[in-house]
């Protein structure tokens, strides 16, 4: 089973800059893709950011192009989502997830962090 952790939430003003960690350990082809998801309270849960282990890095959603950037280190087990320019429509509870398939939906992942909240304050 892979236990998947994250850290690096928090309060920010728009216009600021957070980064998210999260560690995976457990069986390795478990966690070969790491992802960002991002939920609000009501709504569905939605990709962020994948990372492949084999390097390849793909931006979910249109609205944080240019200012998300995820990057993973494979020696460290360990993914980053780098937020830039951050905007209170940003604001949500975000959650690492592991997988073996490199799909933006959250039902192709089986192992999940508890979240870090971020808040982004206008």
């Known amino acids: 089973q892979v236990q998947v952790e994250e850290s690096g939430g928090g309060l920010v003003q728009a216009g600021g800059s957070l980064r998210l960690s999260c560690t995976a350990s457990?069986?390795?082809?478990?966690?070969?893709?790491m992802g960002w998801f991002r939920q609000i309270p009501g709504k569905k849960r939605e990709g962020v950011a994948l990372a492949t282990r084999g390097g390849t890095d793909t931006i979910c959603i249109a609205s944080v192009k240019g200012r998300f950037t995820i990057s993973r280190d494979n020696t460290k087990n360990t993914v980053y989502l780098q937020m830039n320019n951050l905007e209170p429509e940003d604001t949500a509870m975000y959650y690492c997830?592991?997988?073996?398939?490199?799909?933006?939906?959250?039902?192709?992942?089986?192992?999940w962090g508890q979240g870090t909240q971020v808040t982004v304050s206008s």
């Open positions: 457990g069986e390795s082809d478990d966690y070969s893709v």
């Open positions: 997830a592991a997988g073996r398939i490199h799909n933006c939906g959250s039902s192709a992942f089986k192992s």
